[in-house]
């Protein structure tokens, strides 16, 4: 591994499943792209080790970290950051896919924009098999994603490069109230301080729901502490369309959690067409 490759990836891992977690990293393994080194922040925890599952895979680019005690997935974020080696950091899901040419084309994307600091891109759904479920897009320029900010999350997560050193500069991950919108607290103080942001117009991630993940089971917290961030960084500023989002979601909370994931995916998600 070279000493200072372009991109670091950051993947934090909790419960590595053996069969999504090692398709995960094969699908960094197959990047076009191939000045990367991948950072696995490993939680202690019962079950298969990440060493185990990737017995097999010998390559000098990938370090693992791993936490003797239990921390926080905020905690494992800045661990990734704080080693990483590249100028530039993706991050990346334990049971997500990344597209062969994801890496590529998002550090070609920075390169030739340098006013752009992070850059997420469109996600394609899939479930526990692999299959192509939905599509779910986000805005790609960044007086749209501003405008989406002050009402929903307007990148996701897991298929966002950025530039550590801007990460770094606003005091890196933060929020740990509720699960899950530690990135939204961090796209709002970004925002706060003038970094501008994209999304690539592809799905350039495989962003896998399945009944174990956090996505899906933790959908109320991260409803609880996106109204939060909203009343943090927004109160007082929004639109009536802002209200009356911000209404709606008040009133999910006293709905059963299957009806909310329900709604949740007929919202955000766009069915994809089957013959």
């Known amino acids: 591994m070279a000493e200072s490759p372009q991109v670091s990836v950051v993947m934090p891992v909790l419960h590595p499943h053996p069969q999504f977690f090692p398709e995960a990293v094969r699908s960094i393994l197959g990047q076009t792209f191939q000045d990367w080194e991948l950072i696995i922040v490993e939680e202690p925890s019962d079950g298969p080790r990440v060493a185990d599952l990737l017995a097999d895979v010998q390559d000098p680019r990938i370090r693992i970290l791993t936490h003797s005690q239990r921390t926080s997935l905020v905690q494992q974020l800045n661990r990734g950051l704080e080693a990483a080696l590249g100028p530039l950091i993706a991050r990346m899901d334990a049971d997500d896919v990344a597209e062969p040419d994801r890496l590529q084309k998002q550090a070609e994307s920075l390169n030739a924009r340098p006013e752009v600091t992070v850059i997420g891109s469109q996600v394609t759904i899939i479930d526990e098999w692999g299959n192509c479920v939905a599509k779910r897009r986000y805005p790609t320029d960044h007086e749209a994603i501003l405008t989406q900010l002050r009402r929903s999350n307007p990148l996701a997560h897991p298929a966002v490069m950025c530039r550590r ?31 501008r942001f ?64 329900g709604l949740f995916r007929r919202w955000t998600l766009e069915p994809v067409k089957t013959r």
């Open 165 to 195: 050193e801007a990460v770094l500069a606003v005091g890196g991950y933060c929020y740990e109230d509720y699960p899950a919108v530690e990135d939204y607290d961090l796209w709002c103080r970004m925002a706060q301080r003038g970094y």
């Open 198 to 261: 994209a999304n690539h117009p592809e799905a350039l991630l495989r962003y896998r729901l399945h009944g174990s993940a956090l996505k899906a089971t933790k959908l109320r917290g991260l409803l609880r502490g996106t109204l939060a961030i909203k009343r943090r960084y927004f109160a007082g500023q929004g639109n009536i369309g802002d209200y009356l989002r911000y209404a709606a979601e008040i009133a999910l909370l006293g709905l059963p959690p299957s009806w909310v994931y």
